[in-house]
């Protein structure tokens, strides 16, 4: 059985105060009213993180949005995964289209991160997407099957069993298109079939992978009902508490 998850990534949002009090509502709404075994977790900026570890416990779990591919030392202003493991996080956001964009992050890069954030034990949430031209020219398998290999293919069978892979279409992300179940759905059984036949059909059937995209309250059930969708990576609703909650909820719905 794969793993159900539903991450929020609060991305560069919320003051430390309004965190904590977003973080604690969505704590006691999980708590009361999760109705499966599905993973909710909280990806926040590094200045919430010690705080929210400390009052989520085992019912909402904390993820960075990114690390540094260093251990330690002259990076001024950056964050490393030891140190985003230290106060309680288990996973970290690897790879978001934004990364990617904004920060010049490559496929390169990105693959040292991942190794990274492994060897502290912490689950990468690691992020494909492609742009609308790429969708509008075809080529977006060919760009998918790319970040993979580049990205993670690189990792033993061991390490990549750890992984989660998130699809985030980069025309989907804040701008209200969301992807139709059935173009989410195509994306994921080809991301699954290339799993396995990079490492075995065992390795592609137990890993889980997210839609992510203004997936929302009203379009999540059916997202999540589609046989290779295992889950969600949220961007604005889950700064609302209600949303989010409904979210982590589709499964069942
Ligand atoms: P939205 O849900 O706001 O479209 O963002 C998706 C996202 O980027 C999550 O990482």
């Known amino acids: 059985m794969r793993k159900k998850i539903v991450a ?20 006691n709404m ?34 960075a949005q990114n690390c540094h591919q260093n251990d330690n030392g002259a990076f001024t202003g950056e964050i490393s995964a030891g140190m985003v493991k230290s106060v309680g996080c288990e996973y970290v956001i690897i790879g978001h289209s934004e990364r990617r964009q904004y920060f010049a992050e490559s496929n390169e890069l990105l693959a040292q991160k991942t190794v990274k954030a492994l060897e502290n034990d912490l689950t990468p949430l690691f992020c494909i997407g492609e742009t609308l031209d790429e969708r509008n020219n075809g080529s977006y398998f060919e760009v998918l099957k790319t970040q993979l290999e580049q990205g993670v293919f690189g990792l033993s069978a061991a390490d990549f069993s750890k992984v989660v892979i ?25 991301i699954r079939k290339e799993i396995a036949a990079k490492y075995s059909n065992e390795i592609a059937e137990a890993t889980s992978i997210l839609y992510g995209g203004s997936c929302n309250p009203k379009n999540a059930a059916e997202l999540f009902a589609q046989q290779d ?14 949303d989010f909650v409904d979210i982590v909820k589709a499964f069942n719905s």
Not at 39 to 49: R, V
Request: hydrophobic share 40%; glycine share 12%; proline share 2%.
């Open 8 to 27: 929020g990534n609060w991305k560069m949002n919320l003051d430390y105060a309004s965190g904590v009090s977003l973080f604690s509502e969505i704590v």
């Open 30 to 63: 999980v708590r009361d009213e999760k109705n499966g075994d599905q993973i909710a977790i909280i990806c926040s900026p590094y200045i919430h993180l010690n705080s929210l570890a400390k009052l989520g416990g085992e019912v909402v779990k904390i993820g």
């Open 166 to 190: 998130a699809y985030e279409p980069v025309w989907a992300i804040g701008t209200g298109l969301t992807a139709t179940s059935a173009q989410a759905q195509e994306v994921h059984a080809y």
């Open 229 to 242: 969708i295992d889950g969600g990576l949220i961007g604005g609703a889950s700064l609302k508490s209600r």
